[in-house]
């Protein structure tokens, strides 16, 4: 959330900076509520000093006491102008909660994916002899990937593993959660995957996005859309120890998404689900560190994609595809051999202090006054993607799929190095 001091002294920018997503807010009715609200609470107080002046009319001469307010009007007079308050302060955080974050300098114009800016390029795209698979038709095939389960159970967007397949997804949580927590001293975490509305708000989730989640209304608690919920509103309403920086934490987690729009083509092709698992990254940082640090987010998922041995790209977001609380974002986009292009498996972002205004995220450093924090978020990356990259850049000739090595020493018999049917994974171990 944007400061109401910020916004009150740089109403163009951030009008600007809205239009620049494509949204419109309510700027000069912000700014007229704002000035109203400020003028009735300097009213406010100048009646509770006069309501603290006639109640000790003992101190008063007898010519103050006559043309002073009685007691019992001036209570009725703060009583009304806390009313209008409370009303003025309640519409103001409605807008306040609806103004996106503004956009670090650094970040690219353009509306659409096509507009984000190529940084690097890493690794080598396979060449195959024969014409690969898609994903979803080469899974189904070794029976790895059951997509009419998951329609039975759940209806369409959601996905069902099953062997091979269960034990792959399984697989890349331990090696990224070993990587994470191990190589580099992020703290894992096994959070909730229910979360309240206050929750949802601090991280930026809603309103803007409230019809994205699924709700459990008897319980007025939401199935989080990702770790990233929970992971960040541990420290809400705290300030912490600057020495402490950065606090650096992992969680895998399912995910559950709303579905925007009818499945197709298009979902299942950028594998699109309704319910998934996914490696979140999220840091507290010092404000004039969090440049750095969300490099170094970066570099951290780009290193877990090195030791698969799958080729990608890394994209800085235009303006018009940040998302509603980051001020930057990488993309970081693997390589899909059957259909020739990128699938995006990872974005990590920078909210600076908006998260932390939403919930009231602090720190001190030695004696100085409380800041608000800088967050980052990151998916490290998501699993059906990632699996999938696998699926398609992996494939062989006679159908199976080769498990990057980096993975093997996770996999035991009865599917060794490949992946193949299950029916024929029980009858012979695999090469």
Request: include cysteine; proline fraction near 6%.
């Amino acid at each position: 959330m944007l400061s109401r001091k910020f916004i009150r002294e740089n109403p163009r920018v951030v009008e600007k900076a809205a239009r620049q997503r494509g949204q419109l807010i309510e700027i000069e009715r912000f700014l007229k509520l704002d000035s109203r609200e400020r003028k009735l609470s300097s009213t406010l107080d100048q009646l509770r000093h006069q309501q603290r002046l006639l109640s000790q009319q003992g101190s008063l001469s007898g010519e103050e006491r006559r043309t002073s307010p009685s007691l019992k009007q001036t209570a009725r007079e703060i009583k009304e102008a806390k009313e209008e308050l409370r009303r003025l302060q309640t519409q103001l955080t409605e807008l306040l909660l609806r103004f996106p974050n503004i956009p670090d300098p650094s970040v690219p114009q353009g509306r659409d994916k096509k507009d984000n800016l190529q940084v690097r390029e890493w690794g080598t795209k396979p060449q195959f002899d024969f014409t690969p698979l898609a994903y979803w038709e080469l899974a189904e095939r070794l029976g790895i990937w059951d997509f009419r389960g998951g329609v039975k159970v759940a209806g369409r967007g959601f996905a069902l593993f099953k062997g091979a397949g269960s034990k792959l997804e399984r697989t890349l949580v331990d090696f990224m959660l070993d990587l994470y927590t191990s190589q580099h001293d992020y703290v894992e975490f096994s959070p909730p995957l229910l979360a309240d509305q206050e929750s949802l708000t601090c991280t930026g989730h809603f309103p803007r996005w409230q019809q994205g989640v699924y709700w459990c209304k008897d319980d007025g608690l939401f199935l989080i859309p990702s770790a990233e919920v929970p992971l960040t509103n541990l420290h809400r309403d705290q300030i912490l120890d600057a020495r402490s920086f950065p606090l650096s934490y992992v969680a895998c987690s399912p995910c559950f998404r709303r579905p925007e729009s009818s499945w197709g083509r298009e979902n299942r092709q950028e594998v699109r689900l309704h319910q998934f698992r996914k490696i979140e990254l999220v840091k507290f940082v010092a404000p004039e560190n969090s440049a750095a640090e969300l490099d170094q987010v970066v570099a951290n998922v780009e290193e877990a994609l090195q030791l698969l041995g799958l080729p990608y790209r890394v994209v800085l977001d235009c303006m018009g595809q940040l998302s509603f609380a980051s001020a930057k974002a990488y993309g970081v986009e693997v390589w899909m051999a059957a259909s020739g292009s990128y699938l995006r498996v990872c974005s990590c972002r920078n909210y600076t202090d908006f998260q932390a205004h939403r919930g009231n995220i602090r720190f001190r450093h030695r004696e100085k006054n409380p800041e608000f924090v800088h967050t980052l978020g990151a998916s490290g990356p998501a699993l059906p993607r990632l699996m999938a990259a696998i699926i398609e850049n992996c494939q062989t000739a006679t159908g199976e799929v080769l498990v990057p090595k980096v993975l093997q020493r996770y996999i035991n018999d009865p599917f060794g190095k490949s992946l193949k049917s299950t029916t024929e994974a029980r009858r012979k171990p695999s090469i």
